[in-house]
């Protein structure tokens, strides 16, 4: 990592937090849909103990986001789309009294300070809120970012093959692997209209092994997993 950033405050949104969100939003992904201020607040009226952001507190300035909502996963195909996760970016499907997966449904870094420690600090609250919740796992769709450099030589499947085997470096999910997620399988048509992934995301989940039973383990790809893959 590079020199982290020294003083990383990490707490829940309020909503004079959306302008910088929303510009963060525009700094970080070159391609729309970005948030909207309409989507931000329906996050916070849901589930305001799931909406994150991240303040350098030397300059008092929003460097990242992470926003979450709950879910019951066999309400959803493994294969469904970020809208569909996420009801079009609205969390308006946040069912906590039915779901225990925690589902990510966004984490960004300002692009001038990624690599710094910024990212990390959003994952530990948020696997600290899965803890204090008690729910057993973290689900998510992991942008395969910079695909698009592979598309014609591999898969997307092969492609994090070679990411979890160490082969490829400097990718997106290479940092939610650190983080201690695992790959249950690749999806394409997740987010149409990203140019870096070329829509593929790879579902990742990490589990919560203070309260999570062997039916919460979600079943793994053989050949996503790193002590089979080779
Ligand atoms: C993904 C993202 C949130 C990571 O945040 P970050 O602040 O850069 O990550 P951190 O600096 O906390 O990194 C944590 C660990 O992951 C590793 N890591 C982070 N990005 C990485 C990358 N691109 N390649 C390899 N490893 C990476 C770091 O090396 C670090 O490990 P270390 O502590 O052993 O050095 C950030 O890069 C980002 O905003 N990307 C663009 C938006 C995006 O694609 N979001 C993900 C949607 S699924």
């Known amino acids: ?3 982290p950033v020294s003083d990383i405050l990490v ?5 004079e937090d959306f302008p910088a969100i929303m510009a963060l939003s525009k700094a970080v992904y070159s391609f729309p ?6 989507q931000l607040a329906s996050h916070l009226e849901i589930f305001p103990m799931g909406q994150l952001v991240a303040i350098d ?6 460097v990242g986001m992470a926003a979450s909502l709950i879910i019951r996963w066999d309400d959803y195909d493994l294969h469904g789309s970020w809208k569909d996760f996420t009801n079009h970016g609205m969390f ?14 966004e984490v960004m870094v300002s692009p001038e300070l990624q690599r710094r420690g910024v990212g990390s600090a959003l994952y530990a609250a948020r696997r600290r809120l899965v803890e204090d919740l008690k729910l057993p796992r973290i689900r998510a769709g992991s942008r395969l970012r910079g695909y698009h450099r592979y598309a014609d030589r591999m898969s997307a ?25 695992r790959v249950l399988a690749v999806v394409s048509d997740y987010l ?10 790879a579902v990742i989940e990490w589990i919560n092994e203070q ?10 790809d053989p050949k996503f997993d790193p002590k089979l893959s080779r």
């Not at 308006?92 to 449904?105: I, Q, W």
């Not at 499947?157 to 201690?180: C, P, S």
Request: glycine fraction near 14%; charged fraction near 20%.
């Open 1 to 3: 990592m590079n020199t």
């Open 11 to 15: 707490r829940n949104t309020s909503p």
């Open 33 to 38: 849909p970005h948030w909207t201020e309409r």
């Open 57 to 62: 507190s030397t300059t008092g300035t929003l």
């Open 92 to 105: 308006t499907n946040h069912d906590p009294a039915r779901g225990r997966t925690l589902y990510g449904g």
């Open 157 to 181: 499947e092969d492609y994090v093959v070679k990411v979890i085997r160490g082969e490829l470096r400097g990718m997106t999910l290479a940092f939610q692997l650190k983080e201690g997620f």
């Open 192 to 201: 149409p209209g990203d140019p870096e992934s070329l829509g593929h995301v």
């Open 211 to 220: 309260v999570a039973t062997p039916g919460d383990y979600g079943s793994c």
